[in-house]
């Protein structure tokens, strides 16, 4: 394995005001790791995920997290520094050539700046840290905030993350400094005598801080998504009841005294979402994908056609937002399964539960449907090109 990320998430957010940790409040009605996690999760050069949290996170970690393929995550320590050290100790079975060291904070880091880090490392370049060039005037002050001095700003620069490193020398780094408080892995890196080269970062990579971070973070989202084209799209399905136990719906299995005939396992939810995320992008539909005159998808499980669907999505360079897909039958009943539906839809999806909406109706007795003689299902997806 190449390059791993390691986000360092284990903070408490004091600074950012009352409530829950600040990595876990919601940014754009997502949770703030959330945004952070999907930037590396969308880099072609990013193998692994791993998040470091605090043992009291757990379940927050699990909602943020949902979707995303990610290593397990590790507990933090007593400070930041302690954090990444466990966070790369865990690595060590990985041994991974490169790791990635970032704030979960940082939730509007580019891909150009991830790119940026990772290919300035080499064998002898092993550390670089994204980084801009102070601009502002700077003042020295007293205790009483009286100014005592301009600093010269020739040749200062803000860090910020990611910060990469080679994975061995940053490891042995950390383990050197055990004990002492340094602010950033670049100054873990120097303190072991490592070189670090800055490479150009991005300003709209900010850290969210304080209460007022959060506002700013909000009408960054709302700039980023402002001249995005959204496209909806729709889709059907029907499958008729045929001999069986059970129903595959959204994933699920649930027991039934019929089961249903039609392609692969028969998922009529599943088929309707891919055929409406396959027309965002103009892409023909499931039967063109997959033809059910294949035997090869004889039973096949029907997530395959609908993450399928979700890469041609995002190959094509858009983002999906929103899902929504209405059941419609007599029989089996939907409610004790919706949320467990919701979850696998989010899973396949890589969206949040919140962006996940599964709904049911009857015919009220009306049609084939009505005469319980199969189940439809209905769907619609949203997404948005930048």
């Excluded at 690595?91 to 150009?112: K, M, T």
């Excluded at 506002?215 to 399905?237: C, K, M, P, V």
Aim: net charge negative; charged share 20%; with cysteine.
């Amino acid at each position: 394995m190449e390059t791993v990320a390691l986000i360092v998430a284990g903070g408490r957010g004091v600074r950012a005001g009352d409530g829950i940790p600040k990595q876990y409040r919601p940014l754009g009605g997502i949770p703030l790791l959330r945004h952070t996690i999907s930037r590396f999760a969308e880099h072609p050069a990013v193998d692994a995920i791993c998040v470091v949290i605090h043992p009291d996170d757990a379940a927050l970690y699990a909602e943020s997290a949902a979707g995303f393929d990610l290593l397990p995550p590790v507990h933090g320590g007593q400070q930041r520094q302690d954090s990444v050290r466990n966070g790369l100790e865990c690595l060590r079975q990985l041994n991974p050539g490169n790791v990635l060291i970032h704030d979960a904070a940082r939730p509007f880091v580019s891909a150009e700046t991830i790119s940026r880090v990772i290919e300035t490392l080499s064998d002898t370049q092993p550390a670089a840290l994204a980084a801009v060039p102070v601009s502002d005037t700077l003042k020295r002050a007293d205790g009483t905030a009286m100014v005592t001095g301009t600093v010269d700003r020739t040749g200062l620069w803000r860090a910020q993350t990611p910060q990469a490193f080679r994975y061995a020398a940053i490891l042995a780094a950390h383990q050197a400094v055990t004990g002492q408080n340094l602010t950033d892995d670049a100054a873990v890196a120097e303190a072991a005598g490592l070189p670090v080269q800055l490479v150009p970062g991005n300003p709209d990579n900010i850290k969210v801080t304080m209460p007022e971070d959060f506002s700013r973070g909000e009408r960054q989202l709302a700039a980023q998504n402002a001249g995005g084209e959204y496209r909806t799209a729709t889709g059907f399905d029907v499958h008729p009841f045929e001999t069986g136990d059970h129903v595959m719906l959204c994933g699920i299995k649930i027991p039934h005294d019929h089961g249903l005939a039609g392609h692969s396992d028969s998922d009529v939810g599943l088929h309707a979402l891919t055929d409406a995320l396959l027309g965002t992008i103009g892409a023909g539909d499931i039967g063109s994908h997959f033809p059910p005159s294949d035997l090869q998808w004889r039973g096949v499980d029907s997530a395959v056609f609908l993450a399928h669907a979700a890469k041609l999505v995002a190959d094509a360079g858009a983002r999906l937002r929103h899902v929504d897909l209405t059941l419609i039958c007599e029989a089996p009943k939907v409610g004790p399964h919706r949320e467990k539906m919701r979850n696998r839809l989010a899973e396949i999806l890589d969206l949040s539960i919140d962006r996940v909406s599964v709904k049911a109706t009857t015919t009220d007795g009306l049609g084939f449907l009505g005469r319980r003689e199969g189940i439809a299902a209905q769907a619609a997806a949203t997404v948005v090109f930048p």
